[in-house]
Each structure stands twice: as structure tokens, then as C-alpha cells.
């Protein structure tokens, strides 16, 4: 059972205001990912983190920034949201450690923000 | 570049019925290969995987897929469906880096 977590669940937000997702895991996992979602879709990569003090951008070019000082944290910000932020945004971890790196991902439940 | 495709959006099965979902994916060497499911309101699931050997993978809840390389293909399979099995399935592909996701399979169950 994997144990990531991520708050707040659902946020119902103003255009304009600053905004982080927290996501947390205890596996002690290296690599963890941000993905946006929205209905009907695939998934898309935003932002993912080797290490700490390691960022890269994703596929999906995002608005967001992200950080990772300790290794079970990775927050999620945005400076001012708008209206097109308005998706579901998921955190996921995976364990890169102990021979062959095989990306099995751990997700969390979600943060589902909508931006009015 | 890597991608995956599932060329269903939307499958209806009755309760105790068969399932099938397809899954082709494009990938330049040996792809890993991943089914997870999503319930509503909720992050994915792993179901199972694929890295080597038996082409027939067992995951959770009674799932199982197939890895045909000839075909490109990740087909997930089931024998009998319960209503609970009613979520979003989705297909992945990737090495050591970054995961593809498909746009995902949603399965409705009736009575």
C-alpha cells in the first residue's frame, strides 16, 4: 500500500490568488511527479524531481512551479491562478533505489482545483 | 517518442460478463508496460505490470493482461466483472524515465 498524500482534496479559488497543493509520501521514494487531468483525458506530466533539490519541467508546459527541499515533500504552486488552472492535479512517487529502475508510480488521491 | 493508445473511450459490459480493454503503445526499445484504474475522485491504482519474462501478467482484483509484442499490444483482460470494477482504466509505457499515459477506458457496469 503506498502512502501519498496530498491536500487539500478539492479547492474552490478566486482568479488571482496564490495557491500551493501539498503532497507528501513516507516510502521514502527519490523520484515524484505532478501530473494535471483533466475529464476525458490522459494524464499529462508537469513538473517531476530526482532528488532533493532537483526540479524539471514536464511534457505539458505549466504555469506552476514546484520545489523539493526535503525528500518527501513536493509542493506545488501557482502565483495567481486563473480560470484555465481550473483540473485536477495528481502527485505521484516512485522508487529509483536498489538496482534496476523500473518507475513503478504511486499515486495519490488528487487535489481537484477550480479557479473562478 | 513514446505513446499509448486506447482506441476505447467508453465500454458497457453486464455483471458477471468478460472484459476486455486494448491497449497499443509505441515505445523504441522494451517498453514497461503498466494497467492502473482510477475510481471517481480518486489517484490511480496499480492493477499490474509488465518489465520480462511471462508474457501473461496476474495483477490485483483479478485482473490479468497479455504482452504481445507483435502487435504493439497490452490488452487487459477479466473473466467475470463486478460492479465494483466500474472505474477509468488506463494504460501505460515507459523505461527508467517518464511514464506515457493512454486517455484512458471507462467502464460501465450493468446489472
Known amino acids: 500500500e503506498a502512502d501519498i498524500y496530498q491536500t487539500p482534496r478539492y479547492l474552490v479559488i478566486g482568479t488571482g490568488k496564490k495557491i500551493t497543493l501539498e503532497c507528501s509520501q513516507t516510502?521514502?521514494?527519490?523520484?515524484m511527479y505532478w501530473y494535471q487531468q483533466d475529464p476525458g483525458m490522459e494524464l499529462h506530466l508537469i513538473h517531476y524531481s530526482y532528488g532533493v533539490n532537483s526540479t524539471e519541467k514536464g511534457d505539458l508546459s505549466s504555469e506552476s512551479t514546484v520545489s523539493r527541499i526535503r525528500t518527501e515533500h513536493f509542493p506545488l504552486t501557482l502565483e495567481s491562478a486563473r480560470p484555465s488552472h481550473t483540473s485536477q492535479y495528481l502527485c505521484a512517487s516512485s522508487d529509483q533505489t536498489g538496482g534496476i529502475a523500473k518507475n513503478i508510480q504511486y499515486f495519490g488521491a488528487g487535489t481537484r482545483l477550480s479557479v473562478l | 517518442a513514446q505513446s499509448v493508445t486506447q482506441p476505447d473511450i467508453h465500454i458497457t459490459v453486464s455483471e458477471g460478463a468478460s472484459l476486455e480493454l486494448r491497449c497499443n503503445y509505441s515505445y523504441g526499445a522494451t517498453p514497461y508496460l503498466f494497467w492502473y484504474v482510477q475510481s471517481p475522485g480518486q489517484g490511480l491504482q496499480l492493477l499490474l505490470k509488465y518489465f520480462s519474462g511471462d508474457t501473461l501478467v496476474q495483477g490485483i482484483k483479478g485482473f490479468e493482461a497479455e504482452f504481445k509484442r507483435s502487435q504493439s499490444s497490452f490488452n487487459l483482460r477479466k473473466p467475470s466483472v463486478h460492479w465494483s470494477d466500474a472505474a477509468e482504466y488506463f494504460c501505460a509505457v515507459g523505461g527508467n524515465e517518464k511514464l506515457t499515459f493512454g486517455t484512458g477506458t471507462r467502464l460501465t457496469i450493468i446489472p
Open positions: 516510502m521514502g521514494h527519490d523520484k
